[in-house]
């Protein structure tokens, strides 16, 4: 079965840094690229980072607004992505969700990790 757990949000304040976690299971993580999104309410969900398959070289790639802040990495013996936030600013606040690029009308999106930033 085809998971995605997230986890590691939590509220805090500006400048502050968290980090994400997803667990997955269900399909062959060390041969997946993979993905990080969030969605703020009312808005449309966007990707953040992503990164290839460790086979690939695992290059990551960032959204202009994290790049420098943001860090994606990956444990291929775990099955799972990590997303270290860093610097954090009040429009970083949304629901954070990791995914397989590609895979984003499968229905497999997990419950996704809260992150607030407030003062």
């Known amino acids: 079965q085809v998971q995605f757990v997230e986890s590691g949000g939590g509220l805090v304040q500006p400048g502050g840094s968290l980090r994400l976690s997803c667990v997955t299971s269900g399909f062959s993580f060390k041969d997946a690229d993979m993905g990080w999104y969030r969605q703020a309410p009312g808005g449309r969900r966007e990707a953040v980072a992503s990164?290839?398959?460790?086979?690939?070289?695992?290059?990551?790639i960032y959204i202009e607004s994290v790049r420098g802040r943001f860090a994606i990495s990956r444990d291929d013996a775990k099955n799972t992505v990590y997303l270290q936030m860093n610097t954090l600013k009040l429009e970083d606040t949304a629901t954070y969700f990791c995914?397989?690029?590609?895979?984003?009308?499968?229905?497999?999106w997990g419950q996704g990790t809260q992150v607030t930033v407030s003062t």
């Open positions: 995914m397989r690029p590609g895979w984003f009308n499968l229905g497999y």
């Open positions: 990164m290839r398959n460790t086979a690939s070289g695992g290059s990551p």
